[in-house]
């Protein structure tokens, strides 16, 4: 069940209409979202796009200049941070270096007056719960980056919160702790139904983690949508580039018909057949964006009628799992393009300084007007 998609559902999180100025400088602007119960949303976006702006705004660090925040149908103007069903993670965990793990994790249970028995019980739990039960008894500094990262975590969530503000939890751990912290992250929303916001610039992480991503850029919300969706139909080019690597192509529109159209692009060397509909207007300006997995790279010419054009292999780069071509079009526009390699032995592999055709199908690519 996706509530997102259905108008009955109440969401958990109304952002509405929500500005945030720091003297003359707007670091959010007029951001209007709903995110709802249960939700592993993620604020994708690059640095200074007011992404940790609007998560401190939810957690009531800072306060709004214009607009209302809601959370779980309560107007949050004027509650504290410590009064609101929010907690939040930041990225230097801050763990107090004196303390056990044990005791790291139930201070904020006995700050709350929680009896020790209970107390003990509910940091039980959570350790097992991040599989630090062993690690209990030591000190932080006896532990690893992904260690101290699960304690943080632990320490966030043993207090229950309905929401959880996590601002790049990940950013410290290295590339394959954090794919394993990812997976672990998303059995324990799941497990607890807590709901998320995560902040993070990393676009894969955005991808893997979410069931929705909002993208921001220069304190807008640019889209908001399901990682497939915000990957394979991208608004803008901005979008387009920021979530992914992209090629894209000027053009003007040439032809318009119901079911195609077709744009003219010097940019190509030609003209780019798209295969469906747009709404549009004769030699309107738009933009062609087509991911590099989409490209076909051929040695012969392939049997299509469109989207053929010629251009020079000047890079090969083998990344493993798959090799990117970096290919200058006759017309002198520049492309990647990427194959994966599925064999071991890719006899015909396409090297450096040979010519090649490009092509794509008619629908492989998206046509943005911004
Ligand atoms: P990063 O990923 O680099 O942390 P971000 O998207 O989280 O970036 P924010 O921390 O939300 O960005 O900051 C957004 C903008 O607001 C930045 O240009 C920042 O300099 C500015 N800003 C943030 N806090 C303040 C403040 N207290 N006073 C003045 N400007 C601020």
């Known amino acids: 069940p996706k509530p997102w998609l259905s108008p009955e559902a109440k969401p958990f999180v109304r952002i509405h209409k929500v500005t ?18 249960g939700e592993l949303f993620c604020l994708l976006g690059g640095s200074g796009c007011g992404k940790s702006t609007l998560l401190r705004m939810l957690a009531g660090f800072e306060t709004p200049t214009e607009g209302r925040i809601e959370i779980d149908g309560q107007d949050m103007a004027g509650i504290p941070p410590y009064d609101r069903p929010t907690n939040m993670m930041f990225q230097s965990y801050a763990l107090f270096p004196h303390m056990t793990v044990e005791a790291n994790v139930a201070y904020g249970l006995m700050r709350e007056g929680m009896g020790r028995a209970e107390a003990r ?48 939890p990940l950013g410290a751990l290295d590339k394959k702790l954090r794919e394993e912290t990812q997976y672990e992250l998303i059995r324990i929303q799941e497990t607890l139904g807590v709901t998320f916001i995560i902040v993070t610039h990393d676009q894969e992480e955005a991808m893997t983690l979410s069931t929705r991503i909002g993208v921001m850029n220069a304190g807008e919300i640019v889209q908001v949508g399901e990682p497939p969706e915000i990957y394979e139909f991208p608004k803008s080019r901005f979008v ?18 119901p079911d195609y159209i077709r744009l003219d692009s010097p940019e190509l060397g030609g003209t780019i057949h798209v295969g469906h509909g747009v709404s549009c207007r004769m030699n309107q300006q738009m933009w062609y964006a087509i991911r590099p997995e989409k490209i076909v790279v051929s040695r012969v010419r392939p049997e299509a009628e469109h989207n053929i054009v010629q251009g020079l292999v000047e890079e090969v780069l083998y990344m493993g799992n798959l090799s990117v071509f970096r290919i200058r079009l006759d017309s002198g526009k520049i492309i990647r393009a990427t194959r994966a390699n599925l064999s071991r032995q890719e006899h015909d592999a396409i090297s450096w300084d040979e010519r090649v055709w490009v092509s794509w199908g008619d629908t492989s690519g998206v046509v943005l007007t911004q």
């Open 240 to 257: 387009a580039d920021f979530v992914g690597s992209v090629n894209i192509f000027e053009g003007r529109v040439s032809e318009d018909e």
């Open 121 to 168: 019980d509910r940091v039980a739990d959570m350790l097992r719960m991040v599989q630090l039960s062993k690690f209990a008894r030591r000190k932080p500094h006896q532990l690893s980056g992904g260690q101290r990262q699960r304690v943080a975590l632990a320490r966030a969530l043993v207090k229950r919160p309905k929401l959880l503000l996590l601002d790049e």
């Open 20 to 37: 945030k100025k720091f003297g003359d400088f707007i670091a959010v602007d007029d951001v209007t979202l709903d995110i709802y119960r």
